[in-house]
């Protein structure tokens, strides 16, 4: 398994801009970004393929939220702009064989960071 660790969270305002931030072990993967309010089942936001070159958004983020990712660090990004009050989650970071939707597809969890947006 790859050793996950995000980073980039924090408290803004609706509107605001975040970047978030996973570090990984290993490299090769396919990663994602799910999300996961209080009292709500974790949801997934955003992946991609290994090589940049594939994909995915919820529809809840897409044309808001960006994700890259740079091999050369081994690190995955989540650039989220135009933040929304219903955006506020504890952000996890995943990776898996294959990128997908599916949280069943990701084996590797990181222990998530909190995003908390103000009205």
């Known amino acids: 398994q790859v050793q996950l660790v995000e980073s980039g969270g924090g408290l803004v305002q609706a509107g605001a801009s975040l970047r978030l931030s996973c570090a990984a072990s290993g490299s090769r993967y396919a990663m994602g970004w799910f999300r996961q309010a209080p009292g709500k089942e974790r949801e997934f936001v955003a992946a991609i393929k290994w090589s940049g070159s594939l994909t995915y958004y919820a529809e809840s983020v897409r044309g808001r939220f960006t994700i890259s990712r740079d091999n050369a660090k081994n690190t995955l990004y989540l650039q989220m702009n135009s933040l929304k009050p219903e955006d506020t989650a504890v952000y996890y970071c995943?990776?898996?064989?294959?990128?997908?939707?599916?949280?069943?597809?990701?084996?590797?969890w990181g222990q998530g960071t909190q995003v908390t947006v103000s009205s």
């Open positions: 995943a990776a898996g064989d294959r990128a997908s939707t599916r949280i069943s597809d990701f084996g590797s």
